[in-house]
């Protein structure tokens, strides 16, 4: 028996593996509870969407807000149904892993490559369990499409067919970057005869038919409401014009494809020594064309809409399988010294990770680098409603501060001033005090400053900054950064909550990632 075979036997099964991934993802998920009870902005603003079931949410779809509010449904507004959310969603990511590592026929070794790869990328080691929301769940499906899609070469029938069509939509419904994916897997299936001939199949209309059934009442939607559904795509252009433009993009679109990717593929250099295997079948031709295809497709999109700023954590759902390519170029039995250095560097990162996520919390004030978990929201909130009595109707200044107020204000509607006209379905709660709230933040369009803007641009009767009250507390574990909120109680009547008939067909709040 030599080296290699006793390295992948030491290594525990696939089964094992993903029960310890799960556990990773669980622990990171729920260990900054030790040290702060504040949720973070997309969790907040999760927490305020889900208020009311809509076919649109802003500029993001609305499927993760869906799950979201299934679970907040069983639990009431609270913090740890969307941790346990996302630690699922990322338990069934490396479970997708695991799965097209056995289609591609992957030996323990390689399977255990695929997923320890995703602690050496920074968008899933730490991103992705810090805060991020839609781009996590569009991955998953984006891994679940691979997945049938490498299903499908073996097993054309009915069912797999329309359970592509299904997963699809589902990926356009979480983020639609996801439509990038799609289309450069399209292009990758096409270039091979193998999944040539199962994609030109007639079977494939079962697919498009559901796929256009899902995703229809979502699109219609979208075009009822294109401005809001298109909010976000302002951000991604700057000034600059043909061909400048394009030229921006797709430098910002390679550069933001090296970071996602560092440093897992410098690891990935070590381990494979320069020397790629070549792929031994069908299935891991595709692996090998995916990257291609996206970039084409990436790039097509570029020139196209001119976009210039090309975020990384949009590869997530672009380059997720890039610790599977990986696995496919080492080979079944990968050198045992470097497979024991990368499976070392990994672990490491993963502890790094476990012990960084909670530790900043309580290292700020050392370290001079506070975040949202330093801020004492809920101490602030509870505060507020022991003085002030549960309200009628509470308006915030922006959707952390709102989601957060939701936790402590639960059966009270919130509702952050920018989208105060696409939540009438919340108004008229009937006559009573309504608690204005702002977080002392001096950026444009935040604080005290947005919400009064926020007030008078829905129609309401903005009231004087002067008749605010501040209350403050130290920051935790930055006792010398004060935190400070602006509180006023009003009756709604001053108010004059006879807002104009306005465009209530989302309950978006902030754009999520």
Known sequence: MDRATTTTQILPSAGRLWLLASGWFLLNALAPLLFSRTAETDQAAELVRSQLWQWGYGSQPPLYTWLAKLMLQLSGPALWPLLLLKAAILSGLAAALLLIGRQLQFSRAQQWIGVVGLTLI??????????????????????????????????????????????????????????????????????LPAFRRRLLHPKLLVALVVFAALLAPHLLWVLGHPELALSGSNKLQSSAAFPLAQLQGLGSAALSALAFLTPLWIVGLVLIAGQPRPAANPRQQLLYRLPLAMAV??????????????????????????????????????????????????AGAAVTVSLALPGRIPLAGALGRTSNFN??????????????????????????????????????????????????????????????????DDRDGRGLDGLLAGLAEAGLRAPAAESFTAVSAPARWAPDEPYRLYVLTLPSSELALAIPPADHGSAAAEPSR
């Open 297 to 346: 497709v990436l790039s097509l999109v570029i020139l196209v809409s001119g976009a210039t700023r090309i975020k990384d954590r949009w590869y997530q759902n672009l380059l997720f399988y890039a610790p599977v390519v990986l696995a496919v170029m080492g080979g079944p039995s990968p050198p045992p010294r470097r497979l024991r250095r990368y499976l070392q560097v990994g």
């Open 122 to 191: 920074p968008q899933f080691a730490w991103e992705s369990q810090r805060d991020l929301t839609h781009s996590v769940l569009a991955t998953l499906l984006a891994a679940l499409t691979l997945l049938q899609l490498l299903r499908l070469e073996a097993r054309p029938s009915l069912g797999p067919y329309a359970l592509v069509g299904a997963i699809s939509a589902g990926g356009i419904l979480s983020k639609y970057t996801f439509a990038v994916f799609l289309l450069g897997t399209l292009l990758a299936g096409l270039s």
């Open 375 to 440: 801020a004492p929201l809920m101490e602030l909130l509870e505060g507020i409603q022991q003085q002030q009595g549960p309200p009628v109707l509470l308006i915030s200044s922006d959707s952390f501060l709102g989601g957060n107020a939701r936790r402590v204000f639960a059966e009270v509607p919130v509702i952050p001033a920018p989208a105060l006209p696409r939540f009438q379905a919340l108004l008229g709660n009937g006559e009573g005090p309504v608690l204005l709230l702002a977080a002392d």
